[in-house]
């Protein structure tokens, strides 16, 4: 099992950019499909982005897309989001989740991911 960090939130102004990561150790990172999600006070948690194993496919939720990128590095077993055009309703906490069973086809369900990073709060000010 992977563990992972999240690091790189922060307080910014609409419009500006931020990246994200979460850093696994403990695992074969190549093994595991790789997840943002985020949680607003007061909201469900839901799904951001998802990359393939290998890299080379994603998903993205319809709020995001075309503003914010997943990538990861499996050198560095390193996932990234990185965002643009933030916006107010983009604050939450971002976690990272992993799972080795799942695919992009089911990686937008939040329940049974098999490991979660502790999250990383992003805030928005308008």
């Known amino acids: 099992q992977v563990q992972l960090v999240e690091s790189g939130g922060g307080l910014v102004q609409a419009g500006d950019s931020l990246r994200v990561s979460c850093a696994a150790t403990?695992?074969?990172?190549?093994?595991?499909?790789m997840a943002w999600f985020r949680q607003a006070p007061g909201k469900e948690r839901e799904f951001v982005a998802a990359?393939?194993?290998?890299?080379?496919?994603?998903d993205y939720a319809d709020s995001v897309k075309g503003r914010f990128t997943i990538s990861r590095d499996n050198a560095k077993n390193t996932v990234y989001l990185q965002m643009n055009s933030l916006k107010p309703e983009d604050t939450a906490v971002y976690y990272c989740?992993?799972?080795?069973?799942?695919?992009?086809?089911?990686?937008?369900?939040?329940?049974?991911?098999?490991?979660w990073g502790q999250g990383t709060q992003v805030t928005v000010s308008s």
């Open positions: 989740a992993a799972d080795r069973t799942r695919t992009l086809v089911t990686a937008r369900k939040d329940g049974g991911y098999s490991n």
């Open positions: 403990g695992g074969s990172f190549l093994e595991y499909l």
């Open positions: 990359v393939s194993r290998g890299g080379g496919s994603t």
